[in-house]
């Protein structure tokens, strides 16, 4: 597994960086969809990294190596859970900061809960299909990820901007985050299996 | 212990199928594949690996079948070099090696970064930069680097120029092989390479095994009659594998040793002479 993630960092480290600096910059703006869609766009760095792997053919090669199905299906799922995670804890402090300068958005910690939970969701809908098509098969898979990506930050900026002032609402708070957290949680649940599925079929 | 046993192995694609194939690879021994284009060489390999699962049949490597899970932990005592390298483009050896040293338990950086310097392959360039000279060079440093008991190759000298075939033939079989417990499954399209190298040779036709023996058997036991059509006439049906009845009256057979009279002067029957005769046969 830790040879698979470093594999996928590897080769999609130039992208990272790009995506790295990007985040910062969509964080240090004041407004939530920016923030919000640095971290759904994390979500979609295990498809780059995909799309690479089947460019080369390292599936061919991975097969001959001690990986299990399990472990190369988990890895990306892994890598993007990483990748969202990493967007959070570089994004949630400079917004933190901005806000203190007087400057608000319409940042705050329950939206960027729910964005992860929307960045959650996208990979647990997308990756089974990639895994079940190939990068090259799912093309129509790549316009669901996007309008997933950019319906899904669209959304959540709605909410924020019009959901009471500060978030306070406790309809907000123990409605659509629980809602929003058991749905990612179930989605990933499901996500996960069916991906392993899909990649022993294809390889069988 | 042998290395690779397939017993009554079936692989169904459709319009194509592994039919009932068994063979052994014994330890300590060299083996060669041959067969044409599409034979099902590498679909042998893949189902060698659990890279594939057979419709039936069984496939034991180093004495654990290839089905259960516990092949995932012998899969560390193989290397296997496939007609490609497949590495991500735009890494480096560098990091191939970090990431092998992360894949394999008994990987060895030493052995690695002695391949590397005897292969003269640049640590920072990107892998798709290489020749492919250079690229199958990496795969073999990796397969070499992790101590395999057992080697496989896909075709892995296949488009290589004669030097870098022959260097690379020599760390297989004058280095990797001394050791009396290392075997190699070699599949190749170059009989005599296979012919010079193999303790084994087995020919796969359309997905069947025609043959499977020793090679100094079957140098042996097959000879190539030249002579006159009287004189292949004369011969028992038995004798002859394949006859090719020449325009000037003359006939060239390949011919079973055993089963020609004494008197009729055999030329040496090569590999090459035994697969092709041998697949005309079969048609």
Not at chain 1, 2 to 18: N, R
Not at chain 1, 87 to 99: D, G, K, L, N
Request: charged share 20%; with cysteine.
């Amino acid at each position: 597994m830790k040879a698979l993630l470093l594999k996928d960092t590897c080769v999609i480290w130039k992208q990272m960086k790009y995506f790295l600096f990007l985040i910062v910059i969509f964080s240090a703006i004041p407004s939530a969809f920016n923030n919000i869609f640095a971290i759904v766009y994390a979500a979609m760095l295990p498809y780059t990294a995909m799309a690479y792997d089947e460019r080369s053919k390292w599936d061919q090669l991975a097969a001959m190596m001690p990986y299990s199905a399990r472990d190369l299906v988990l890895s990306k799922y892994v890598f993007g859970w990483l990748c969202i995670a990493g967007a959070t804890v570089i994004s949630v402090p400079i917004q933190c900061a901005v806000s203190l300068l007087g400057v608000n958005g319409g940042f705050s910690l329950t939206t960027v809960l729910l964005s992860v939970c929307c960045g959650l969701g996208i990979m647990s809908i997308s990756l089974p299909l990639l895994f079940r098509f190939g990068v090259e098969k799912g093309r129509l898979t790549m316009f669901l990820i996007i309008f997933l990506v950019c319906g899904g930050a669209g959304a959540i900026s709605t909410i924020a901007v019009s959901a009471p002032e500060g978030y306070s609402s406790m309809a907000f708070r123990q409605v659509v985050l629980p809602a929003a957290v058991a749905a990612a949680a179930v989605l990933t649940a499901v996500s996960v299996p069916l991906s392993v599925k899909f990649y022993s079929r294809r390889e069988s | 212990m042998n290395a690779i046993e397939l017993s009554h192995v079936n692989k169904s694609f459709g319009d194509f199928a592994i039919q009932d194939l068994s063979l052994t690879v014994p330890g300590g021994t060299i083996y060669g594949l041959v067969g044409e284009n599409g034979a099902g060489k590498s679909t042998t390999i893949r189902l060698i690996m659990n890279a594939l699962r057979p419709d039936s049949g069984t496939v034991r490597v180093l004495g654990t079948d290839a089905s259960s899970p516990e092949f995932l932990a012998v899969k560390d005592d193989i290397g296997v070099v496939l007609d490609e390298a497949y590495f991500p483009e735009v890494l480096n050896v560098d990091q191939v090696g970090r990431i092998m040293a992360k894949t394999y338990r008994r990987w060895d950086p030493a052995k690695y970064g002695t391949y590397l310097d005897r292969f003269q392959l640049p640590e920072k360039r990107q892998f798709k930069d290489f020749s492919r000279g250079m690229k199958m060079k990496l795969a073999i440093a990796v397969a070499l680097s992790h101590d395999p008991k057992l080697l496989i190759l896909d075709e892995a000298t296949a488009g290589l120029d004669p030097i870098v075939r022959d260097e690379i033939l020599n760390i297989f079989f004058s280095e990797f092989a001394r050791d009396e417990e290392h075997s190699i499954l070699i599949s190749s399209h170059i009989l005599s390479d296979l012919e010079k190298l193999c303790d084994y040779i087995a020919f796969l036709h359309q997905g069947r095994l025609l043959f499977c023996d020793e090679k100094d058997r079957l140098l042996e036991a097959y000879g190539i009659f030249t002579g006159t059509v009287e004189q292949a006439d004369s011969l028992r049906p038995e004798a002859v594998v394949y006859r090719e009845d020449g325009s000037y009256g003359g006939v060239r057979a390949l011919v079973r040793r055993v089963e020609v009279p004494a008197g009729f002067l055999l030329e040496r029957a090569t590999i090459e002479d035994i697969i092709l005769f041998t697949v005309k046969g079969a048609k």
